[in-house]
């Protein structure tokens, strides 16, 4: 019983489609990250049903969570979870779970904004120290990094994120989830088999992108059918790549940072990986990418950020645990970087 | 005749590299847009071509329209590079980071009104941070850095350029970036008039709801 007498802080993630526990010690140590993908039988996530689908997995997950680290609840020292930003239902639930674990244990309990948590697994998980962030998901595309007290907001989409752009147009050209696979990979997999790039919007605003006339020029082509869907998808692809590859790039001249951190979703893209890699190396910066499993949403990441607030003084009282659906990452003092 | 000399590199900025040179006597800058070799050939050749065409049209515009700009001398599609004045200056980053409240407001005031004179002629400038304007010697503002804008009289273009130019203040000068904004504004309702300024002000709010996780939207 020797992992026991460590302090261990548990953390729920519920903001859209996933609904995931994790374990993690005050050390960084990560015990446990079980997790549940909502996964609809046609069009995107219906946030009703995806929370219905949480609450129903919950005490599954939970009980997978705690028996792979091998913890007695009553051990646990801290409830965290993600309070926003994201889909409301969603959210509650996992916020609900939170909340009961936290009174029935008579722990402290602690909101953890879930974009910061994205960043901070990402640091963990990679050794980066003050990186510049381009996060992208399906429902966030941000490029942050950290200035006096906050994570500030260099640019961001002006309409749709990243991810859903990528799953739209797939859910468009009927690709199918296949096993263990997400709509993302199986774009992937085709765009490796374009060979003519054809032309679409290229839109970059100052810092910001937006994606949705790529998307509706791109799933036009599709439907007049005289594209090869493989040179659709590798057209998309390069287009939005290389727009938040460009405004990445922007940012890290500006701030003049050393590091460059991909995390997300879509962190998981080969060839967004390289792209940003190289403009890493152009900057004579180093790039870091997030390990796979800690790309997606996960409650890994939110125990891990709940200790970090809760260890520099931060804890949430039950009522003022409410979901904040749209709680922007520079709104979140960060007191654990100098 | 198109020969520049000695050139030096300035700032490798993340879009194009600025040398400073000498041509035929006189300081110039030459703004090259060196390829990127992350993206495809064909969208790195688009782009570089589309921008380095583009931006001395619109800083020629400007200056017509009474906004300072550096003078264009030389445009090379070949090598996607543009030979223009050197403006010896302070970046308005740092400027307004040094002095004081009134100096400062008055500043964006006067930034407010360059931003007006561009839209009042249906430019706009796409990028519009106080790292892109230079306080001059002769306490001139020059704008800079035209690359991503355009020729557009819409509603829309305008709040999208005012509100990157607010998202710059929120990000660099987060201390005063709410005054500093609401000055900007002052200046631009001066040259716009209330009617089209206030037009373009609703555009901001609305453009503001749109993106994510605004708390505005609740209201909306």
Known sequence: MKRQAKALCLGVESSADDFGVGITSFKGEILANASSCYLPEEGGIHPREAARHHAEVADEVLSEALAKAGVNPRNLELIAFSQGPGLGPCLRTGATVARALASYLDVPLVGVNHSLAHIEIGKLKTGALDPVTLYVSGGNTIVSAFEAGRYRIFGETLDIALGNCLDVFAREAELKHKQGMSLGAALEQLAADGKKLVSLPYVVKGMDVSLSGLLTAATTLLHKGECRLEDLCYSIQEHAFSMVTEVTERALAHTEKKEVLLTGGVAANKRLQYMLGSVAEEHDAKIDIVPRQFAT?????????????????????????????????????????? | MDKVDSQKLLKKGAEASLFLADWHGRKVVVKTR????????????????????????????????????????????????VTMEFVKGKQMKQVLAGVLGKERRELCVRIGRLIGKLHKNGLIHGDLTTSNMILNEEGKIFLIDFGLGEKNTEVEARGVDLHLMKRALQSTHYKFAEECFKHVLKGYFTVLGAEDAEKVIEKIREIERRGRYIDERKQA
Do not use: F
Request: with cysteine; glycine share 4%.
């Open chain 1, 297 to 338: 949403d996960n409650g890994a990441m939110i125990a891990w950020t709940g200790v970090l607030a809760y260890t520099h003084g931060l804890v949430t009282p039950i009522e003022k645990s409410y979901v904040k659906l749209r709680w922007r990452l520079e709104k979140v003092d960060i007191p654990w970087i100098k």
């Open chain 2, 34 to 81: 060196l390829p990127k070799c992350y993206r495809p050939v064909e969208l790195d050749a688009k782009i570089r071509s589309y921008r380095t065409s583009h931006e001395p049209q619109l800083m020629h515009e400007a200056k017509v329209a009474g906004v300072p700009t550096p003078t264009i001398y030389l445009v090379d599609m070949k090598q996607a590079s």
